[in-house]
């Protein structure tokens, strides 16, 4: 498939996308949200990958929504052009996605790696809603999501005053899995990678619909989403092959089913 502002690759079992427009810090556009959306469906259709990596470059993972393209929009521009709403579909892949941020994730960045499961970070990493400095607001969850991740505190002083995070902070905050050396960063992001996708598809799934449960519900809907999903998994051959594998010691051979 041909991509103007990504690049696509399959190593294995996982899906990588490689945000792709150096000369503007990887600036979220319509093209690049249209590509990273048509990237991510096609391989979430695919059995044969369990995970995908979203990554940028050294110097940004995306230092926001593309502002020269936003600038001269009306507020019924974005209403009705749903200017940011294939975002939603890429939030909503149920194949686990892994941020592998590196240099700048500002604005749309940050709330773009805030759509993924698990965010890796190079000790480079920089996050913030810097919107505020532009006479608007995070139009991508970034008011939703950073306070579910970081509590309500840490994330208004953000939201309000624009301020950005380096990479130890956003890890005490918990707006981070795990921090790295820069050099590190990929090579993280492909062992984390290809261990979920050694796991069976249909146990990941419902791992993934899970955790959504928890950010997205209630306490007591989450608890019945959980105890469905759990039960579910009793009726899969991987389930018996798992349990067996670990009484007999040995490894298991999943088979996704
Ligand atoms: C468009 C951008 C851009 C952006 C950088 N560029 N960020 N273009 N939209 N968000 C472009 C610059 O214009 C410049 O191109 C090139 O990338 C390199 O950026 P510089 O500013 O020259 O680099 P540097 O001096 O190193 O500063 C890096 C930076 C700064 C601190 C990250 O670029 C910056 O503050 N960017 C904007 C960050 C931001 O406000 N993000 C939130 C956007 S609003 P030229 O051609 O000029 O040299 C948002 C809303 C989300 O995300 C919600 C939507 C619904």
Not at 148 to 153: F, H, L, N, V
Not at 170 to 189: I, K, M, T, Y
């Amino acid at each position: 498939t041909d991509y103007d502002t990504i690049l696509v690759s399959t190593r294995g079992r996982v899906g990588w996308i490689t945000l792709n427009r150096p000369e503007a810090l990887n600036a979220l556009n319509s093209q690049v949200c249209a590509e990273v959306v048509a990237a991510a469906t096609a391989f979430d259709a695919d059995a044969g990958i369990g995970a995908i990596v979203l990554t940028g470059s050294a110097r940004a993972f995306a230092a926001g929504a593309d502002i020269k393209e936003m600038e001269s929009k009306t507020g019924l521009d974005m209403t009705m052009g749903d200017h940011f709403g294939g975002w939603g579909q890429f939030a909503a892949v149920r194949t686990p996605v892994i941020a592998a941020v590196s240099g700048y994730a500002l604005g749309g960045g940050c709330e773009l790696a805030m759509m993924c499961d698990i965010i890796l970070a190079a000790d480079t990493a920089r996050f913030g809603q810097p919107e505020i400095n532009l006479g608007v607001i995070p139009g991508m969850g970034g008011t939703q999501r950073l306070i579910r991740a970081i509590g309500y505190y840490k994330a208004a002083e953000l939201v309000l005053t624009g301020r950005v995070m380096d990479a130890a902070e956003a890890e005490r905050a918990g707006l981070v899995s795990r921090v790295v050396p820069a050099a590190e960063l990929l090579d993280e992001a492909s062992t984390v990678a290809e261990t979920i996708a050694s796991k069976s598809l249909p146990s990941v799934f419902a791992a993934k619909a899970a955790l959504d449960a928890a950010m997205e519900t209630t306490l007591a809907e989450g608890l019945r989403f959980e105890k469905q999903a759990f039960a579910a998994l009793f009726d899969t051959h991987d389930q018996k092959e798992g349990m067996a594998a670990f009484r007999e010691k040995r490894a298991p051979g999943f088979e996704n089913r």
